[in-house]
């Protein structure tokens, strides 16, 4: 514990323990022993804070402190022990509160170290043998085993290596790595154990870079002015002034000392860092732990918000978005395959893919005779059939793609997918894409920040450009930074702080040193890595990002409380000023005054506490939320067997044309018509009464009437299909219209489930 910290926490317990022991003696009928206590309880506050505001002024700093001492310093020379013994206690306190939160959510970069491996596998001949990681030099060969964190830089010597770099690079999806390749300190082998030539020791290697940037940023940090220190500058020259004038105007020097005991610092003392820890008490109800009423302090005035893309903007990790087939193939048939056979594989993406499966309620099967291809996939039999997953190259090399796997393959790219073919006997019959998606609550996140008055949003990742550019581009964001290291996030952050008030939201042990540098450093902590919570100011403690626009609100209204709290108290306490100086009371009726004052600023401080009026108005219930979202969780089952329609009408001929289109027209009308008039006629009433602006309302009925009429042209066009020839024009057109609806609906959808995040009770 530093000497400060000591030297606080024993100001503070002189200060309680002297007011404590002064009510006793008056209570006991000693009113002598009680000023001495309270004196003596009050001198060492003096005597520190007179140390405090000598060092300052030798490092061209005044502050409120110096308001705190004149305070002080005139009840006891005007025998008011008991005013000096409260607001020494005001001041040592407000320093202690403010540190007790801190305290509680920061600790040091424990979590970093752990982390980091301790033992390495050196490969010595035929010999492997296990030595602490210091010991290991550049150009010696180790053994990376499946599941372990790779302890020093090198390049892999190995075939074959999967690694998984999202902790380091943010790259969402696990790489191969052919020999020859360059694999960086703390990355995770996600696949099989592979060899490794060092190219640097342990403490030149990127990790422990990592961890120097983190500590070095987090120690260079510059110091903030704090709000209270800013209007203190202007009310200490102010008291100064008036206390000479009542002097002047009346040579009566107990006028002077009436003025500076009615000059309370309690709104720049004890109200500013009460409305501030209220702001940290009330963010934490939301799942918001800011690290002391100083982060909330700096997050109130944020201008410019950098973002992490990996686990940040987007969920993290492989999700299944599509399956596309050959024709006349069936997608669950390819899923239930692919998954049955994944069942197998120790690959890290095998897991998405069968619990894709599950979550669609397949059955899988048991598959046999197994043999996995590293790096390539996997094949073995299943009902006796050969079925294959994995690279089109592992299926068909010797062959030209046919216009499906074209199509797949464009959207995969399109989508910066992942793409895994599945094939029977050695026909692909469909593709799996695998790839990171938007999180659900992204952007609702935006547009609150938008809100708050965030002018500059930038992503900053280290994943490749063309997925990064495709997110920030479906955000609006103002700029997108992509393939960008440790190192590159820290100077990215830095180059926003030479212009405004900067903020870092990230989730990973890679965005640990952006978030130590930067002016606050927000961390999704709730799956993220501990190193990026250690590292930051704010930790989100709920897996949403919508909390970081709700954590600027919350501090931005503490502030404006805290501004009140000054302007306010500044203002009765000069009139209390003025009137002493005028005669009108006397010191002892002014050390009256002051307390009513105190107390007044302290409860209007404590405001922050309390939610933003009509923020917590009314909500529609949990359960009716739930309903919402598991009817559109049918709706979108209905949506996808309609965009697969979409594509097979491409490939079949026009009578089954026909009975696609028939099929389409069915599960419009049972499902998308129904869903929208149930929504207009029960939903939108419900969320019109908790709704404070209607308006999104009415647009979003406007969308029900045009989903509605794509609805009533694409069931004249299924009516006439019989008595009409079927031509290829006629089916274009209701290919159109059931693509249209599709994605209208889905649009539609997410708005709908954005109104109900912003309504349901959480």
């Not at 002598?32 to 060492?44: C, F, H, R, S, Y």
């Not at 005001?90 to 970093?112: P, Q």
């Not at 109800?285 to 940040?312: C, M, N, P, S, W």
């Not at 709700?550 to 209390?576: D, F, K, N």
Request: net charge negative; with cysteine; aromatic share 4%.
């Amino acid at each position: 514990m530093s000497f400060e910290r000591v030297l606080r926490w024993t100001l503070v317990a002189i200060a309680s323990a002297g007011l404590t022991a002064g009510i006793l003696a008056r209570a006991a009928g000693r009113p002598d022993l009680a000023d001495l206590a309270w004196a003596i309880g009050t001198a060492p506050v003096i005597a520190g804070l007179a140390v405090s505001i000598v060092r300052d002024l030798l490092g061209g700093r005044l502050g409120v402190d110096a308001i705190a001492l004149l305070s002080m310093g005139a009840a006891l020379a005007l025998g008011q022990p008991l005013a000096g013994a409260v607001v020494a206690l005001m001041y040592s306190g407000g320093n202690v509160l403010e540190e007790i939160a801190i305290a509680r959510a920061e600790h040091d970069l424990r979590s970093l170290v752990d982390r980091a491996p301790r033992w390495a596998h050196r490969k010595t001949g035929e010999r492997i043998e296990e030595v602490p990681i210091e010991a290991v030099a550049v150009g010696e060969e180790l053994l990376v085993r499946a599941g372990e964190i790779v302890p020093v830089d090198g390049i892999v010597r190995s075939a074959m290596a999967t690694i998984d770099e999202s902790a380091v690079t943010g790259e969402p999806i696990p790489v191969e790595k052919t020999r020859g390749s360059a694999i960086l300190s703390g990355s995770l082998n996600a696949g099989e154990t592979f060899e490794l030539t060092v190219t640097a020791p342990a403490g030149e290697s990127t990790y422990a870079g990592i961890v120097r940037m983190v500590t070095a940023a987090q120690t260079a940090k510059a110091p903030f002015v704090r709000l209270a220190d800013r209007y203190a500058l202007i009310f200490l020259p102010v008291t100064l002034v008036i206390a000479f004038l009542a002097w002047w105007i009346s040579g009566d020097l107990t006028r002077s000392l009436a003025v500076l005991v009615a000059a309370t610092p309690c709104p720049l003392i004890l109200a500013v860092p009460v409305a501030f820890i209220a702001g940290v008490a009330q963010a934490a109800r939301r799942g918001i732990l800011a690290k002391g009423g100083g982060a909330l302090e700096v997050l109130a005035r944020a201008h410019t918000v950098l973002f992490d893309k990996t686990g940040t903007l987007t969920v993290g990790g492989a999700r299944l978005l599509s399956v596309e087939v050959a024709p006349g193939e069936n997608p669950d048939e390819v899923l239930t395959l692919g998954a049955s056979l994944e069942q197998a594989s120790h690959h890290v993406l095998a897991k998405t893919v069968v619990a894709a499966a599950v979550d669609r309620g397949l059955k899988l099967k048991a598959p046999e005779q197994v043999k996995e291809t590293m790096g390539t996939g996997l094949s073995g039999l299943i009902d006796g059939r050969q079925v294959t997953a994995g690279s089109r190259e592992l299926l068909r090399s010797h062959t030209e793609p046919s216009p499906w796997e074209l199509r797949a393959i464009r959207r995969a790219s399109w989508r910066s997918a992942l793409i895994v073919f599945v094939a029977v006997d050695g026909r692909p019959i469909g593709a799996l894409l695998l790839a990171d998606e938007l999180r659900a609550d992204t952007p609702r996140a935006i547009r609150l920040l938008r809100d708050a008055g965030i002018a500059r949003m930038v992503m900053v990742t280290g994943d490749r450009a063309a997925a990064a550019q495709a997110i920030g581009a479906a955000l609006d964001l103002d700029a997108v930074l992509a393939d960008r290291v440790p190192s590159d996030k820290v100077e990215a952050v830095r180059t926003e702080q030479r212009l405004y008030p900067t903020i870092m939201v990230g989730d990973g042990i890679n965005d640990a040193p952006a978030l130590a540098v930067a002016d606050i450093g927000v961390a999704l902590g709730a799956r993220g890595a501990s190193a990026s919570s250690e590292a930051a100011d704010v930790v989100i403690l709920a897996d949403r990002l919508d909390r970081v626009g709700e954590a600027i609100i919350i501090a931005q209204r503490a502030r404006r409380i805290a501004l009140q709290s000054i302007v306010v108290g500044m203002g009765l306490s000069i009139a209390a000023m003025v009137a002493a100086t005028v005669g009108w009371l006397d010191p002892v009726p002014a050390a009256i005054v002051q307390e009513v004052i105190d107390v007044a600023v302290i409860l209007n401080a404590l405001r922050a506490l309390t939610p933003a009026h009509g923020s917590a108005g009314r909500r529609i219930s949990a359960e009716q939320g739930l309903a919402l979202h598991h009817d559109h969780q049918a709706l979108f089952r209905d949506l996808d067997r309609l965009r697969k329609i979409v594509d097979a009408i491409d490939d079949v001929p026009p009578d089954t044309a026909a009975a696609l289109i028939e099929e389409a027209d069915r599960l419009v009308q049972g499902s998308v018509v129904t869903h929208e008039r149930e929504d207009e006629g029960s939903v939108y009433p419900k969320i019109a009464s908790v709704l404070r602006e209607r308006h999104g309302l009415s647009a979003m009925s406007r969308a029900h009437r045009e989903i509605l009429h794509l609805a009533r042209l694409l069931a004249r066009i299924a009516a006439d299909l019989p008595s009409e020839k079927v031509d290829r024009y006629l089916i274009r057109d209701a290919q159109r219209v059931i693509e249209a609806i599709e994605t209208l609906v889905r649009m539609h959808t997410a708005q709908e489930e954005d109104i109900y995040e912003a309504v349901a009770a959480q």
